[in-house]
């Protein structure tokens, strides 16, 4: 997949472990250059040493995109380095307590709302201006990363699940709304990640439950068609697709991306 996206610009809103990781260092592959946000700016630093590797440029801007102003400058600073923003990753997110629905309490669902909501709609709109200037056809694209707690319902996801949801909702109407100025904007909706954080968590359930971290692996992957977890490089090449010139005519569809777990 190298120079799928060859000149292009991308901002990536959310640079943890794992997927974070995954998107920028694939993107670079790609030939990307990387405008990078998150709130720690160490993290930053240390992915955009992986571009750098990889011979592409990166811009690290500490922001907490649930602040206004921080978001605004994200924007100003990202085309006073590049002059252009052809993707936006909105991949930042937080996850309100496992509790069912009715038991979270109400500033908890309103924080989740802002990170995994209102952020992504600010960003989105925040670099709307660029993404439709965008020099090169057929225009800019927008990827919510979602999850396939779209599709569950076990009362500890519920409130995940609210803002996924609202997310996914979002993603759909901006989809209708930017596409008459050329901008796409679509959804990936992985399963659980084969990547550290999940690897830890397995490992916690098979101490838990005096099983092995394997078992713990075959139970959580028996539900899919393939009978594997994809890993963050599987699931950042399909959100870096829908970025890319090959989905030209793709928009306003979620994506799943989960080895077989959920379909018709």
Same mark, same amino acid.
């Given at each position: ?6 000149g292009?610009?991308?901002v990536?809103?959310?640079v ?6 995954s998107l920028g260092e694939?993107?670079?592959?790609m030939g ?15 992915m955009?040493?992986?571009?750098? =590797? ?6 690290v801007v ?10 605004r400058?994200?924007v100003?600073?990202?085309?006073? =380095?590049f002059?252009r ?7 930042a997110f937080?996850?309100? $307590?496992?509790d ?6 109400l500033?908890?669902l309103r ?6 909501v ?18 090169d056809? $057929?225009?800019?694209?927008?990827v919510?990363?979602n999850?396939?707690?779209l599709?569950?319902?076990? $009362? ?11 997310l996914?909702?979002?993603a759909?109407?901006?989809?209708t709304e930017l596409?008459?100025?050329g901008i796409?904007?679509?959804s990936?909706?992985?399963?659980y990640i084969?990547e550290?954080v999940?690897k ?5 359930i098979a101490?838990?439950?005096?099983r ?8 959580k992957?028996?539900p899919t068609?393939?009978k594997?977890?994809?890993?963050p =490089?599987e ?6 697709f829908?970025g ?6 793709v ?6 991306v989960d ?6």
């Open positions: 997949m190298t120079g799928l996206l060859d292009k610009v991308v990536l809103s959310g943890g472990p794992g997927l974070g990781r694939q993107a670079a592959l990307a250059d990387l405008v990078l946000a998150s709130r720690t700016e160490k993290r930053l630093q240390k955009a040493g992986v571009i750098e =590797e990889h011979g592409r440029r990166a811009l500490p922001t907490d995109i649930t602040d206004e102003d921080a978001r400058h994200l100003e600073a990202a085309l006073e =380095e002059g923003v052809d993707v936006l990753l909105n991949n937080g996850i309100p $307590p496992m069912p629905l009715t038991q979270i309490p500033d908890a924080l989740a709302q802002e990170s995994n209102y952020a992504p709609l600010r960003l989105s709109a925040l670099f709307a201006d660029a993404l439709a200037a965008t020099p056809k $057929p225009g800019g694209a927008i919510m990363i999850s396939a707690v599709y569950q319902s076990q $009362p500890e996801f519920a409130g995940y699940k609210l803002s996924k949801g609202a996914a909702h979002l759909s109407s901006l989809a596409g008459p100025r796409r904007v679509n990936v909706a992985p399963s084969y550290d999940n830890a968590y397995f490992d916690w101490s838990e439950s005096g092995t971290h394997q078992e713990v692996y075959d139970e992957a028996a068609d393939l594997r977890l994809a890993t =490089e699931v950042a090449r399909a959100v870096l829908l890319s010139d090959l989905a030209s005519a928009t306003g569809t979620v994506l799943n080895c077989g777990e959920f379909h018709d």
